[in-house]
Nanobody, 124 residues
């Protein structure tokens, strides 16, 4: 079992930045890849970015690439999402998730552990 706790959400204006953190209770060989997803009201949960604990190898969705940066601090079991040039359409609840050894893509059902989410609101 892995517990995930997100932090860092808030209200910002368009063009500003926010940094989200995801603290994992532990890192395991069975959960090598971590990801951020987001879900806006009335919409499905969508992939934002992912990273491997061991190899890095960040991956991004097309609509955040170049603005968001995912990184990890293995010593603190923490995954960080730096979000720059925020837009109103980035408004959503952001979730941290841990994948399995079979996780290869961006579908939410490939990820087994989830945090409770943190709200990000971007005003225009």
């Amino acid at each position: 079992q892995v517990q995930l706790v997100e932090s860092g959400g808030g209200l910002v204006q368009a063009g500003e930045s926010l940094t989200l953190s995801c603290a994992a209770s532990r890192r395991t060989l069975s959960n090598p890849r971590m990801a951020w997803f987001r879900q806006a009201p009335g919409k499905e949960r969508n992939f934002v970015a992912s990273i491997s604990w061991n190899f890095g190898s960040p991956s991004y969705s097309g609509n955040v690439k170049g603005r968001f940066t995912i990184s990890r601090d293995n010593g603190k079991n923490t995954v960080i999402l730096q979000m720059n040039s925020l837009k109103p359409e980035d408004t959503a609840v952001y979730y941290c998730a841990a994948g399995t050894l079979l996780t290869t893509g961006t579908a939410p059902n490939e990820y087994i552990y989830w945090g409770q989410g943190t709200q990000v609101t971007v005003s225009s």
